[in-house]
T-cell receptor, first 113, second 114 residues
C-alpha cells in the first residue's frame, strides 16, 4: 500500500538556521504531495503542495520539490523563525483512490531565539 | 466560508459509553473523510463519503464505529461501547473532486475514554 516516511524528530534549531525535513513516499501511481503544519492546539493546515513531478510548492518561505526519481518531497526553509515551531506532516493523495490522504508520522520542529 | 468545523472539540467519557461527533464540511465539497490521530503519529484514514454515500471504510473502523452523512452535508461519527484504546483525536476533512485538490481539515475532536 501507499506509505510516507518522514525524518524522525524532534528537530531543534536556532532562529535563522536552515531547515530540511526529509520525506520519501511509496505509491502505486502518481500521487499529489503535500506538506501540512499543525501548530499547538490547532488543526492541520495545508502549507504547500505539488501535483506532478518536478513541481515546486512554496509558501511562507518554505519550499518542496516533487522528485519522482527519488520519490521524495523534502521540505526546506532558508531561515526559520520562532513562529515556525510546529509539527510538520508530509502526505500523499492518490486521485484514483477516493482521494484519501496517507500521512507520515510528523516531525516536531522547535526554533529557539 | 468558515472552513471545516467539528463539534465538540473535547469529549471525556467513561468506558462503555457511546459518543457521537459531528463534522460540518466546506459547503461546496462533496467528499468528506474521517481520520484518527494518536499522539506522535500522523492521521490514519477511517472512512470516506462522496455526497451521502459511504464508499470506503478502513479496517481500523471496527463494528463499534459507524458514520453517516445524511443528505450529503454534515457527517456524524458514532463510537459505541467506548474503550480506552479509542482515546485519540478524530479529524474530519473535506475536499472537492479533481486532480491535485487538497483536503481541508477541521480542528478535530479530542476523545478521552476514562
Amino acid at each position: 500500500g501507499d506509505s510516507v516516511t518522514q525524518m524522525e524528530g524532534p528537530v531543534t534549531l536556532s532562529e535563522e538556521a536552515f531547515l530540511t525535513i526529509n520525506c520519501t513516499y511509496t505509491a502505486t501511481g502518481y500521487p499529489s504531495l503535500f506538506w501540512y503544519v499543525q501548530y499547538p492546539g490547532e488543526g492541520l493546515q495545508l502549507l504547500l503542495k505539488a501535483t506532478k513531478a518536478d513541481d515546486k510548492g512554496s509558501n511562507k518561505g518554505f519550499e518542496a520539490t516533487y522528485r519522482k526519481e527519488t520519490t521524495s518531497f523534502h521540505l526546506e526553509k532558508g531561515s526559520v523563525q520562532v513562529s515556525d515551531s510546529a509539527v510538520y506532516f508530509c502526505a500523499l493523495r492518490m486521485n484514483t483512490n477516493a482521494g484519501k490522504s496517507t500521512f507520515g508520522d510528523g516531525t516536531t520542529l522547535t526554533v529557539k531565539p | 466560508d468558515t472552513g471545516v468545523s467539528q463539534d465538540p472539540r473535547h469529549k471525556i467519557t467513561k468506558r462503555g459509553q457511546n459518543v457521537t461527533f459531528r463534522c460540518d464540511p466546506i459547503s461546496e465539497h462533496n467528499r468528506l473523510y474521517w481520520y484518527r490521530q494518536t499522539l506522535g503519529q500522523g492521521p490514519e484514514f477511517l472512512t470516506y463519503f462522496q455526497n451521502e454515500a459511504q464508499l470506503e471504510k478502513s479496517r481500523l473502523l471496527s463494528d463499534r464505529f459507524s458514520a453517516e452523512r445524511p443528505k450529503g452535508s454534515f457527517s456524524t461519527l458514532e463510537i459505541q461501547r467506548t474503550e480506552q484504546g479509542d482515546s485519540a483525536m478524530y479529524l474530519c476533512a473535506s475536499s472537492s473532486q479533481g486532480d491535485g485538490t487538497e483536503a481541508f481539515f477541521g480542528q478535530g475532536t479530542r476523545l478521552t475514554v476514562v
